[in-house]
């Protein structure tokens, strides 16, 4: 029965909220209310969830399923923390194909484009912002471990979970091994 509840609990969280912070107010009622955990625990589990990779509402999920009812708690949480988006997606999927030579679909495909590489490139510029420089002064280390990732992807096609591991040892070795300053 506690299967089905945590199933329920997470899929009514996955319907009902927008992901990220705004599932926590839901996830702490839902587990609260069935007794599955302390609040003191639902403070450790958002704490936990916010550190580990992988979005929130699915690290809780797990959390909270595991400590309601072991692996299979853990396993119904999560189908049902995921349902709403794979049921969201398989329609739109749906949608897509069958509109896919609509020319209203065209146009609209159209528009939507370069609105996403706008968003994309938009994040490009503030991270680079950040990370490259700090209060107009050029943090030229950064910025050549930046230059190597780029030339290793696109230049040697290099794959990307190699470029963030050797992306990583480099920051471990410059600013940590040679002490070079990270703020400044």
């Known amino acids: ?6 199933f329920w609990s997470f899929l009514l969280i996955g319907f009902s909220s927008f992901g990220g912070l705004s599932m926590i107010p839901q996830i702490s009622d839902q587990v609260l ?15 936990i969830a916010e550190m580990t990779p992988g979005p929130l509402g699915l690290n809780c ?18 189908l049902g923390a995921l349902t709403p988006a794979l049921t969201l997606c398989a329609v739109a999927a749906a949608f897509f194909n069958r509109f896919r030579e609509s020319r209203i679909m065209q146009r609209i495909l159209v528009g939507v484009r370069p609105a996403c590489l706008g968003m994309v490139l938009a994040v ?14 050029p943090h030229y280390a950064a910025m050549g471990i930046g230059l190597l990732d780029l030339v290793l992807v ?25 002490g070079i300053p990270v703020s400044w």
């Open 124 to 137: 490009l510029v503030n991270l680079a912002g950040s990370t490259y420089l700090k209060q107009g002064t």
């Open 61 to 78: 999920a797990t959390f909270a399923g595991m400590q309601a009812a072991g692996i299979p708690g853990a396993i119904a949480a999560n």
């Open 33 to 47: 209310s069935h007794g599955w955990m302390t609040a003191e625990q639902v403070t450790d589990i958002v704490a």
């Open 154 to 178: 696109v230049k040697c096609k290099v794959s990307i979970p190699v470029v963030i591991l050797l992306s990583a040892g480099l920051g471990l070795l410059l600013f940590g091994v040679l």
């Open 1 to 6: 029965m506690v299967l089905l509840e945590l």
